[in-house]
């Protein structure tokens, strides 16, 4: 009899919990995440949607052929591609990425595309990784990122070199959308480690932009390299809000209410400031950028602000109960609300 009267009592307080957790997150609009920082200047966000572009030109097969150009175009002079690396050249180990020399803005680009549904590799690098698992420069990092960001770095450091002395004035930028958010700035953290295989060139050479990041460092590491690498989040996007592990994620796509129940229930009996405290919590890298265009219990898009900040918490903890929490995420909208705020600004 006290196991029949139990079951309802358990049911109960489950319900209660996911109904506090609801009623919290109906609360936190993503403008919460980002108001007490400060606006950035069109100056500083210039090369976002223009990174964007070159991140969406990975996919195509032929430049010189494209099957789909975003409005403008790419920017890109196909002459000017040094290499390109496809899923059977990375054998596995990295997204595919293409190597391009920017004259107009004397920078040379390393850009990787964001997570294949249909490829396996994709989730084996995102699934490689546990809480704790890979230190790396006092702090922690995504395993399976990091392991590909050094096989590239081993693949591509003669020919990196070669352009950065042919070209000293230009910039060396790492960049990539998701899943390639992650190798980009956990490359740039591994090159910035090892300046000397590309030469001893300067630190401020080198940068790296994560665009709809992953959380993929440990937050000492996320504050230290803020000064190389920047993330870039629009609006409710709900990857760099995902402190669970990404494992976690994808052995839940088909069933979100079990994902769901389970940030519940953690969310609900851990504090928030003793998961804080967790050295092994990763976050989004380095220097944040938001991208605000909706306002709370107001319909449409708005002309897009940029905040920015280097946070030392507050790393955009709370998921977003929001319809475009997914669509926020996709590079095409990124690419199109970063350029818009340029152009408003």
């Known amino acids: 009899m006290s196991m029949i009267c139990g079951v309802p009592l358990l049911e109960c307080v489950y319900c209660l919990a996911c109904a506090r957790w609801a009623w919290k997150r109906c609360l936190h609009s993503a403008g919460h995440d980002s108001e007490t920082w400060g606006f950035a200047t069109a100056e500083e966000f210039e090369p976002v949607p223009r990174l964007c572009r070159y991140i969406l030109a990975v996919y195509e097969e032929d430049l010189r052929c494209p099957l789909w150009e975003p409005p403008g175009g790419y920017g890109i002079n196909p002459d000017c591609l040094i290499l390109r690396r496809s899923y059977e050249d990375a054998q596995g180990r990295a997204p595919p990425y293409m190597l391009y020399i920017d004259h107009k803005h004397t920078d040379i680009v390393l850009a990787f595309r964001g997570l294949n549904m249909a490829k396996e590799s994709d989730y084996a690098v995102m699934l490689d990784n546990k809480l704790g698992k890979r230190k790396f420069d006092g702090g922690y990092v995504h395993n399976g990122l990091l392991k590909a960001a050094v096989w590239v770095l081993d693949m591509e450091t003669e020919v990196l070199k070669q352009l950065l002395e042919k070209y000293p004035n ?176």
Request: hydrophobic share 45%.
């Open 170 to 345: 230009y910039t060396l930028t790492f960049a990539g959308h998701s899943l390639g958010s992650g190798v980009a700035a956990l490359l740039t953290m591994v090159v910035v480690r090892n300046l000397d295989k590309l030469g001893n060139i300067e630190r401020k050479r080198v940068r790296g932009y994560a665009i709809a990041p992953a959380r993929c460092m440990s937050l000492n590491l996320a504050v230290r390299y803020a000064d190389v690498i920047n993330s870039v989040v629009l609006q409710d996007d709900f990857l760099p809000r995902t402190a669970t592990p990404l494992e976690d994620i994808f052995k839940s796509l088909f069933c979100l209410p079990c994902l769901l129940c389970a940030r519940c229930m953690r969310d609900t009996c851990i504090s928030e400031e003793k998961m804080l405290k967790d050295p092994r919590r990763l976050y989004a890298p380095g220097r944040l950028y938001h991208i605000v265009e909706r306002k709370p219990f107001r319909l449409g898009r708005f002309p897009p602000v940029v905040r920015t900040a280097v946070p030392v918490d507050g790393r955009f903890e709370h998921i977003v109960i929001s319809c475009n929490a997914t669509s926020d995420h996709a590079i095409i909208w990124i690419e199109r609300e970063a350029q818009r705020a340029i152009d408003v600004s």
